[in-house]
């Protein structure tokens, strides 16, 4: 069964500024992209929990908060590794733990940022605002990134199954049922009444 989220667009190659190319390509880059960023905070938490007195003042002084980082990190390494198995092998059903879980943690995300940037600007105005900004910028783009991701997923999908119907962006309808309007010039044949002259 295919995972469809009605409110998301299906993009149909990568758009970006002035550069694009096509999702599949897109979606490898940023799949890696993500991976390295995972290996890297991985490895700065393990380095603060085996040396803890490197910067004891910074929020990894706390063992617990550390060890709680560290479990989410190896899951969402685990679910990129998946993400990259189903990208390279073209096996969608790989692909789905990360969508639905990158999905509800932008979700929540953006709430969150949403809430911490309104209280903040009614204490300091300036510096709320500036974090409301910027937070809401990060949220788009990544966002934007999951869309790219959602879209290759379901491209996938429609290679697999033809019957799936990847919802055209532009109109709102499923590919296998848009139908184009004959020309004015070319009467098809199911009009019979301007196939044949009328009849005396």
């Given at each position: 069964?295919?995972?469809?989220?009605?409110?998301?667009?299906?993009?149909?190659?990568?758009?970006?500024?002035?550069?694009?190319?096509?999702l599949?390509?897109?979606?490898?880059?940023?799949a890696?992209?993500?991976?390295?960023?995972?290996?890297?905070?991985?490895?700065t938490?393990?380095?603060?929990?085996s040396?803890?007195?490197?910067?004891?003042?910074?929020?990894?002084?706390?063992?617990k908060?550390?060890?709680?980082i560290?479990?989410?990190?190896?899951?969402?390494?685990?679910?990129?590794?998946?993400?990259?198995?189903?990208?390279?092998?073209?096996?969608?059903?790989?692909?789905?733990p990360?969508?639905?879980?990158?999905?509800?943690?932008?979700?929540?995300?953006?709430?969150?940022?949403?809430?911490?940037?309104?209280?903040?600007?009614?204490?300091?105005?300036?510096?709320g605002?500036v974090?409301?900004?910027?937070?809401?910028?990060?949220?788009?783009?990544?966002?934007?990134?999951?869309?790219?991701?959602?879209?290759?997923?379901r491209?996938?999908?429609?290679?697999k199954?033809?019957?799936?119907?990847?919802?055209?962006?532009?109109?709102?309808?499923?590919?296998d049922?848009?139908?184009?309007?004959?020309?004015?010039?070319?009467?098809p044949?199911?009009?019979p009444?301007?196939?044949?002259?009328?009849?005396?």
């Open positions: 069964m295919t995972f469809i989220v009605k409110c998301a667009p299906v993009l149909k190659e990568w758009h970006f500024c002035c550069c694009s190319c096509s599949r390509a897109a979606a490898v880059v940023l890696w992209l993500i991976t390295i960023l995972h290996v890297s905070e991985l490895v938490c393990v380095i603060h929990l040396h803890s007195a490197i910067d004891p003042e910074t929020s990894y002084g706390n063992t908060v550390l060890i709680s560290l479990g989410v990190l190896v899951g969402a390494l685990i679910l990129d590794v998946l993400l990259l198995y189903g990208i390279h092998n073209k096996k969608p059903i790989y692909m789905l990360f969508l639905v879980s990158d999905l509800i943690c932008i979700m929540v995300v953006t709430v969150c940022v949403i809430i911490s940037g309104i209280f903040a600007t009614v204490s300091y105005w300036e510096r605002l974090a409301l900004i910027v937070g809401s910028v990060c949220m788009l783009l990544a966002a934007f990134f999951w869309v790219v991701l959602y879209s290759y997923y491209q996938i999908e429609e290679e199954n033809p019957n799936s119907g990847i919802v055209n962006c532009t109109c709102q309808v499923p590919n049922q848009v139908k184009m309007l004959p020309d004015d010039d070319k009467v044949s199911y009009f009444n301007k196939l044949a002259p009328d009849m005396a």
